[in-house]
């Protein structure tokens, strides 16, 4: 099965869960002729049955083989723990260790990557906590 | 409920505000790093109520050290509750901007399973009163032929405002209807996005009515655009809107106050829950005040501590029975 | 004459020093603002809010200073769009278009001075329709109907297959997707919670900026960062400045964006978004001959850009004249007005001409700033693509997540931020279109909102959608839409 395939059916299923979600509202009362059922159904109609065009005719997509089978896992594990750790671990302390992550990934030196990520951390703090006034979590530094 | 107010604010504060300053200090609280929790984002309406608030109770000492604001948006208050319970129990330096928007809110059960008793409510800072307002040139001229026209068809009167049906902005409009016995059900209620475009459609001819709020149809009521039917207010209020009699005086029992103040945690300790009422308390008797809260859009509605405790419970008894007598609930709560 | 004579009065208001100051300082913030990409000119304004208050600032120049942001952050959306592929603001999201791709040519400084020259002819010109025409405008805006609403965003929906590039499936699937996550929370008409799935943070919908972000930053640099990495910069840097031709042939498209952006602003219901869209794909479709659209066309650049700055100056219109905000951002300007004790609302032209004309005539000058302030730092920030990317990209996701976190306080949105991150990745190695994505985000929800709006209020009578003249055009114009590649076809 080819990608573009794969797609179409995962938009089908898509469509198909919105539609049933959709239908299965339960509607206090009717404020407005149209209710709020109408409309998502007829949208997630167009998208399963985009979904099904594509099925059928998949032609142009393919999925280019990642280079770096190691980089993209390895990103989304840095981006999920900053934002977990961003509260109990403070604003400094979890930026920097984002920054520096991405750096490394993206062919930083370690050294480099270190200073790259302290650097964003200050400033960024610099600019949303004190400059615009909106509190940023202490965390550990509290 | 204003008047209530005022008297009890009279009958407190000559001996309160002197009593307060050995009290609080006596129990020795006083804030470290106080943080104002608005549900919204910067520019949303409790973001303002917050920011402004703070920097007043700073500006007159009443509060030595500056509160910060941080935003907390997300199911309009839910989040925020959410919190509190969750993480901030017992925390005495933390307040969090309500209305009565979010009483509305807890008694349909939006904000989880998070009820009314789950928060200390320390006070109000101000309140907003609904408004019935017609076109200028409407067929209604008073509220009662709003009221025959609602008996005869509800349906022949298109009404809308910023707010989804269940709303704070909505009850305006049900408890109009419902004072006059005929079922909010059956009403023609159409949400719009904010009051703004509710009076561009009012003004459009698209609406007939807008159940909006005093301080955002001011400018076109001194215009002369619009004419109000009533104020839900238990007294007429001032200025501007003088001439505008209540919904009382005119035989409909409907008060719609839109109360701002501020919650804490459900374990705030005493000593911090008295320091925080009686910041307010303060706050309500400055002389700088009235025209800080003007500036809010709000009009003087001093309820703080216990008194607040019980209007906020109150209230949401209320609008919860509302809410299952019109079966906005469909859930058993 | 009259006018002539109060606009006079206005600028003596607005060239006072410290008012010419602070339209400066709220050009650059607002700039910067644009830049930002969690933050928009309607929480700055807020921030600022309380500083104006205890500098106590004159009501004109505390207004000169929060508008100078507001029209200020018009010109910054584009940089990030242009250069990076990352829209700042919602209006940018079409820029992205063109001006990426130009960027890739090595044309990037071409491509933000068009924008800035686009934004200062749509802004300047929109100002003057303002002077003159804003009352009988407003009054025209507030008889728009949620009937007619309806039929301008289907129009505007009509077009949406010109911004699909290759496949109409996965230009239409994209789109559908966009609306069905607008929907996410609330249904204001019967107040039921809609694929929320339970959870309180979605009760309130999807925020623009976490969709944003992920789709388009977090899904650039997860497809940057799987690709052998290469020096980025040598492609980049030296290339041909913007020709006098180029603007030249830019003019036509440039007009006709501003009366599209301007119209479309002054409308309380629709906004910037909707115009910049609506004026992207009309000049597509108008130039198909000899177009090269989506592969890094001027025109393509300058016609969001130029709508985007009009329909920001349209938006002040009914806020000046009748005192309606149509946006949040103008409500919170409004709410500034309260501060003051000033009365918004038809009367402030009669009650307080210094801060109304005052304010009319400082953006006749903050526009010049901006364009001034703008063409020159047009190498400066072309030059942010110099910047060695494991500076750069650390640098744009820790901005984009703190921008995030900032104004909500909420891991839940950084975690949804990064799962639409995966998505628009996933898109982009699949030739899925994100930008359709997006439009569909914000029409959607205003179609589906209008539509139930029209239908309350005729009871339910379909005819009514075709009951005002405005409609019937804007329907008309429709079909034509929808049958035009057919129709070319034909005559070929």
């Known amino acids: 099965m080819r990608a573009g395939q794969l797609l179409g059916l995962g938009l089908i299923l898509l469509g198909a869960a919105a539609a049933w979600s959709a239908q299965a509202l339960e509607v206090p009362f009717a404020a407005d002729p149209l209710g709020p059922r109408a409309f998502p159904t007829v949208v997630a109609a167009i998208l399963a049955a985009c979904g099904s065009l594509l099925v059928l005719n998949p032609a142009g997509a393919r999925f280019e083989p990642i280079e770096r089978r190691h980089a993209p896992p390895a990103l989304l594990a840095i981006m999920a723990a900053y934002a977990l750790l961003l509260a109990p671990a403070g604003f400094l302390i979890a930026t920097a260790g984002l920054a520096t992550g991405v750096a490394l990934l993206f062919g930083a030196r370690p050294l480099a990557a270190l200073v790259t990520g302290g650097v964003t951390s200050v400033t960024l703090w610099l600019l949303f906590d004190r400059l615009l006034d909106l509190p940023l979590p202490k965390g550990l530094l509290a | 409920m204003q008047r209530r107010a005022l008297l009890l604010s009279a009958a407190v504060l000559p001996f309160a505000a002197p009593a307060f300053v050995t009290a609080a200090r006596a129990q020795g609280f006083t804030p470290q790093n106080a943080e104002c929790i608005a549900p919204a984002a910067p520019g949303g309406g409790f973001d303002l109520t917050c920011r402004l608030t703070t920097r007043m109770l700073a500006e007159t000492g009443i509060v030595p050290q500056p509160i910060r604001t941080q935003n907390m948006p997300g199911g309009i208050g839910a989040v925020a509750i959410n919190h509190i319970n969750a993480q901030r129990r017992a925390d005495p330096n933390v307040i969090v901007a309500v209305s009565t928007g979010s009483w509305v809110l807890l008694s349909q059960g939006r904000f989880g399973r998070w009820s009314e008793n789950d928060v200390r409510w320390i006070g109000a800072i101000g309140a907003d009163y609904g408004v019935i307002a017609v076109r200028r040139d409407s067929r209604f001229q008073t509220l009662a032929d709003l009221v025959n026209q609602l008996r005869a068809d509800p349906a022949s009167v298109p009404m809308g405002a910023g707010g989804a049906v269940g709303s704070q902005d909505w009850h305006k409009a049900a408890l109009v209807a419902r004072a006059t016995g005929v079922d909010p059900r059956r009403m023609r209620y159409v949400p719009f996005e904010g009051g703004g475009q509710s009076m561009a459609a009012l003004l459009g001819g698209h609406i007939q009515v807008f159940p909006g709020d005093a301080s955002e149809v001011r400018g076109q009521l001194e215009a002369g655009e619009i004419r109000l039917l009533a104020v839900l207010a238990a007294n007429r209020l001032p200025g501007a809107f003088a001439a505008v009699p209540t919904a009382r005086e005119q035989g409909v029992e409907v008060e719609w106050p839109i109360v701002r103040g501020f919650y804490g945690p459900p374990q705030m300790p005493d000593a911090a829950y008295n320091y925080w009422v009686e910041a307010l308390r303060r706050l309500h008797a400055h002389p700088a005040w009235p025209e800080q809260r003007a500036a809010q859009g709000l009009f003087e509605f001093n309820l703080v501590g216990a008194e607040y405790e019980a209007l906020a419970k109150r209230r949401t008894a209320e609008f919860r029975q509302l809410a299952r007598d019109v079966g906005l609930v469909t859930q058993s709560q | 004459m009259d006018t002539l004579a109060l606009l006079g009065g206005g600028f003596a208001v607005a060239l006072q020093p410290h008012n010419l100051a602070l339209a400066l300082v709220g050009c650059v913030i607002g700039t910067a603002i644009g830049v930002l990409p969690g933050i928009g000119p309607l929480n700055a304004i807020a921030l600022l809010l309380p500083f104006c208050l205890a500098l106590k600032l004159p009501p004109e120049s505390a207004l000169i200073l929060l508008t100078a942001v507001y029209y200020g952050s018009g010109y910054g959306g584009r940089i990030t769009a242009i250069l990076l592929n990352m829209p700042g603001e919602p209006s940018a999201v079409l820029t992205t278009l063109d001006g990426h791709p130009l960027a890739k040519q090595g044309r990037g400084g071409a491509a933000l001075a068009i924008s800035g020259i686009g934004s200062f002819v749509g802004a300047t010109i929109s100002v003057v329709l ?363």
Request: net charge neutral.
């Open chain 3, 130 to 492: 303002m002077t003159f025409l804003s009352v009988p405008l407003a009054k025209v805006a507030v008889a728009f109907s949620p009937a007619d609403y309806v039929a301008l965003i289907a129009f505007a929906l009509s077009l949406l297959g010109a911004v699909g590039g290759g496949s109409a499936p996965k230009a239409w699937a994209a789109g559908c997707l966009g609306v069905l996550l607008a929907l996410v929370g609330v249904d204001s008409g019967t107040g039921v919670e809609r694929f929320t799935g339970g959870t309180l943070e979605l009760l309130g919908g999807l925020e623009f900026t976490v969709l944003a972000i992920g789709l388009f930053a977090i899904g650039e640099i997860l497809l940057l960062v799987e690709s052998r990495l290469r020096a980025e910069a040598a492609r980049i840097s030296g290339g041909q400045r913007l020709t006098a031709g180029e603007v030249i042939r830019c003019i036509p498209t440039m007009f006709r964006s501003t009366a599209i952006g301007f119209v479309i602003g002054v409308l309380p219901g629709a906004g910037a978004s909707v115009a910049s869209a609506l004026s992207y794909t009309a000049e597509k479709r108008l130039n198909e001959a000899n177009g090269t659209f989506g592969q890094g066309d001027m025109r393509g650049v300058a016609a969001p850009e130029t709508a985007d700055n009009a329909a920001q100056i349209g938006n002040l219109v009914p806020m000046l004249s009748l005192g309606i905000p149509g946006s949040g951002t103008t409500a919170v300007l409004l709410g500034a007005l309260l501060m003051y004790s000033i009365t918004p609302g038809p009367l402030l032209f009669e009650q307080r001409p210094d801060v109304a004309w005052g304010l009319i005539a400082s953006m006749y000058i903050g526009n010049c700033i901006l364009l001034l302030l703008n063409l020159p730092l047009v190498g400066v920030f072309a030059r942010l693509l110099t910047v060695p990317a494991w500076v750069l990209y650390p640098g744009v996701l820790a901005l984009s997540f703190a921008g995030v976190y900032a104004v909500s306080n909420s891991a839940f949105d950084l975690l949804l931020a990064i799962g639409f991150g995966v998505m628009g990745w996933l898109f982009r190695k699949l030739d899925v279109p994100l930008v359709p994505i997006v439009l569909g985000f914000v029409l959607g929800r205003m179609l589906e909102d209008n539509l139930r709006r029209a239908m309350a209020l005729s009871d339910g009578n379909v005819a009514e959608l075709v009951a005002s003249p405005v409609s019937v055009a804007l329907w008309a114009m429709t079909g034509l839409a929808l049958l035009w590649p057919s129709l070319r076809l034909r005559r070929r």
